[in-house]
Each structure stands twice: as C-alpha cells, then as structure tokens.
C-alpha cells in the first residue's frame, strides 16, 4: 500500500465496524497515508467504530505523519510506529497539542527520538498526574508504556528519567 490507498483504508476502517486492530507494516505510507482514515475516525465518535490498535511500523510516518494521528489518540489503546524516522521535534509536537491521548502502549523503538522529545513526554505526563492527583476527574490523557528502544537516548539519561519517574509520575512506563 502507498498514500495512494487512502480510500481503501478508508473503506476498510469505516465499512469494518468489527475490525480491532490495522497492520499496515512495511507499506509505503508517508505522512499522509493514513489522513482520510484519521478524519473519518475524528469525525465519528469512538463507539461507532472498533478499530483499537493500529501498527505503522516502517511506513515512512516521519515526524508529519506521527502528528497526523493525534486526532485518533484518544480512541486508540495502541499505536505501533516503530522505524518511521521520528525525530525529537515529532514527539514534542504530539505532546504538545491539546489533543486527548488515551493510550495503553506507544511504541516508538529504531526512531530518532532524543533528549528534547523525551522531556516533552515527561513533562505532558508530569503535569497530567499532578491534576489528576487534586481532581481525578480531570485527568484527560494517559499512556500506561511507551516503548523507546534504539533511539538517540542515552543510558545516563534513560536512567535518570526512570529515577525522576518513580517519583513524580509513577503510572508512565518508559521501556528503552
């Protein structure tokens, strides 16, 4: 499949209302591969479709296509985007839009991901578990684990976050 197969996947997604899970691993997607489907996922709210798990792993999202999902954050429960160039400016974008994300696993492992992305991710969920801790019912955005494997961390860094997460947001699991 290329991002010339929107409206298949567009078919497949709203014509499927039982279909839970989408691996579209190793196609050449790009970033806008997967717009139509988002926009048909924004529009109708979540009980009207069953799709929770998406895979991208190597589909050429780059930083573009990683903010073109955001919208759909929050009615998935994983998101696969494994090898798809993203770099630190992808991940703080995402992290700093004012979207909902609502997700068990977000796997971002062989992507480009440094110090910059990992605070921003941090920091998004620092603040989301300090709201929820004066009112839980304003909590609007969780990821239970994310997964950064092979990317532009360091161990020293890695290991740090983890000791700064115990402490300050104990739910976020980082996996590197």
Known sequence: LTAA????LLNLVSLSPNLRSLDLSNNRLG?????EMVAWMKQHEKDHFSLRSVEL??????NEGLCQLVPILG?????GASGNGITSAGLQAVMHS???IQL????????QIGEKGLHALTQRFQQEHKRSLWNP???TSTIDTVILKNNA?????AVSTEAFLKVHNPLLTLVF
């Open 5 to 8: 197969c929107q409206a298949t």
């Open 104 to 111: 068990q696993l977000l796997d971002l492992a062989n992507n």
């Open 75 to 79: 009615a998935l429960s994983y998101v």
């Open 98 to 100: 004012n979207s909902m």
């Open 137 to 139: 019912k304003q909590l």
């Open 31 to 35: 970033p806008h591969g997967c717009s």
């Open 153 to 157: 961390i360091s161990s020293a860094l």
């Open 57 to 62: 792993k190597n589909c050429g999202l780059g």
